[in-house]
């Protein structure tokens, strides 16, 4: 059975950095993303990878700051946070898609907490 773990949410000064780690198990993903979720909105995108071809996207909201990587051995996918906004505070989750059409597996979430 597939499973993704995050780790690495904390509390953050405005400006600040975090890195989110997800480790995923019992497979690999073809696609991999970040997405979070602040208290009352809804879920939103953050970051994709694409595991073969190190393709990458991100949502203008963190472009320039937020820089996602993978690493092949480890089966772990990363979310460097730089420049860290009170509005980036959210519940972060990692997702993996077996293609690139969607995502099948999702993790439980690590909170963000940006203060300012």
């Known amino acids: 059975q597939a499973q993704l773990k995050e780790s690495g949410g904390g509390l953050a000064q405005a400006g600040g950095s975090l890195r989110l780690s997800c480790a995923a198990s019992?497979?690999?993903?073809?696609?991999m993303g970040w997405f979070r979720q602040a208290p009352g909105k809804e879920r939103e995108f953050v970051a994709a990878?694409?595991?073969?071809?190190?393709?990458?996207d991100y949502a203008d909201s963190v472009k320039g700051r937020f820089t996602i990587s993978r690493d092949h051995v480890q089966n772990t996918v990363y979310l460097q946070m730089n420049s860290l906004k009170p509005e980036d505070t959210a519940v972060y989750y990692c997702?993996?898609?077996?293609?690139?059409?969607?995502?099948?597996?999702w993790g439980q979430g690590t909170q963000v907490t940006v203060s300012s």
């Open positions: 997702a993996g898609g077996v293609t690139i059409m969607r995502y099948d597996y």
């Open positions: 019992g497979r690999t993903f073809s696609r």
């Open positions: 990878i694409r595991w073969s071809a190190s393709y990458t």
